[in-house]
């Protein structure tokens, strides 16, 4: 089974690619654009297990690896 | 009085640590891989810099998982004297051995020169050869050496005095407060609250031997030879044996 985990800068960490991309796209006539904040998106192919098995799985793994629970948060996205 | 340095897959200034500390400075040194799973006999552990795991993940993300890091821990919570250096410093955040994170440069840019650093705190284990408020200079070579915590984080390292080393130049167009990544408060290095637990971006092995240029670096080294040095002499602090 086909799993994701999001990992992403917590609100008020300086992320400096996201503020150049966002910059960028601005001076590029996006004027719509208003922040950018870049993150990782991590795919997973699991055995098959129940989703809350999953999910559980995936949160111990994200929490103590993918994600630095300083900086980053996490989504775990099971179908 | 032995050092261990620590190799991880990527490390690239293991090398640069021993030849500072045995060949320029004189102190006993061995090589340690991060699969051996025991220190071996070592008063002071060094986490070097490089790209520990080619920085995949996040920059120490996974060499705090490997087979010695629980030994390194071990080491630094019986007291002994531990010091990461650039990638080692990204290792013990990630470790939680110290506090906050290191996070891309506020340019974006791998940044590969020497800075100045004032040196803040002199009390401590790493720091004592030198003097307070000392301006000594030293390379960096990071892409991901800005300093981040909490504000609590901070206010706590900046009241307890654990900002060893701060970015105090040179003044740049592109630097003009001399921060050359962002970091929080120029934070350069800090220490545990107990005080053997040192991690800096800067490489004060590479300002050692009088043949590449300055050795304001060596001061560091010397602090934690003293330190133990001492320890022995007056039996404060048991050398942890491992």
Do not use: W
Request: proline share 7%; charged share 20%.
């Amino acid at each position: 089974m086909k799993a994701r985990v999001y990992v992403t800068y917590k609100p008020g960490v300086l992320d400096p690619q996201g503020q150049t991309v966002c910059q960028f796209l601005q001076n590029h006539g996006q004027s719509k654009v208003r922040d950018v904040r870049i993150g990782k998106f991590i795919e997973f192919d699991l055995e098959d297990m129940p989703p809350a098995e999953a999910e559980s799985v995936l949160t111990e793994i994200s929490g103590s690896l993918l994600a630095n629970p300083v900086i980053e948060t996490f989504r775990v996205e099971v179908p | 009085m032995t050092f261990a340095v620590i190799t991880f897959p990527g490390s690239n200034c293991d090398r640069d640590c021993h030849h500072a500390i045995g060949a320029v400075l004189g102190y006993p040194v061995r090589a340690v891989f991060h699969k051996e799973q025991a220190l071996g006999a070592c008063d002071a552990v060094v986490i070097p810099g490089g790209f520990s795991y080619g920085d995949y993940l996040r920059a120490g993300a996974l060499a705090k998982l490997s087979p010695i890091m629980p030994e390194v821990r071990k080491f630094a919570e019986a007291g002994g004297l531990v010091i990461g250096i650039c990638n080692g410093f990204q290792i013990l955040c990630e470790a939680g051995l110290l506090p906050g994170a290191l996070i891309r440069n506020r340019t974006l840019r791998f940044v590969s020169r020497e800075v100045i650093l004032r040196v803040e705190n002199t009390g401590t284990a790493f720091t004592s050869h030198y003097e307070p408020g000392q301006q000594i200079a030293v390379p960096i070579a990071h892409g991901e050496g800005c300093y981040v915590a909490d504000d609590r984080t901070i206010e706590g390292l900046e009241a307890e005095n654990r900002v060893v080393f701060r970015y105090a130049g040179p003044l740049r167009d592109d630097v003009p407060d001399g921060n050359p990544n962002g970091s929080r408060n120029a934070i350069a290095g800090i220490i545990n609250a107990r005080g053997n637990v040192l991690g800096l971006m800067p490489h004060p092995e590479r300002a050692c031997d009088p043949l590449v240029g300055k050795t304001d670096g060596a001061g560091v080294f010397r602090s934690m030879a003293a330190a133990l040095t001492n320890r022995v002499r007056t039996g404060a602090v048991a050398v942890p044996a491992l």
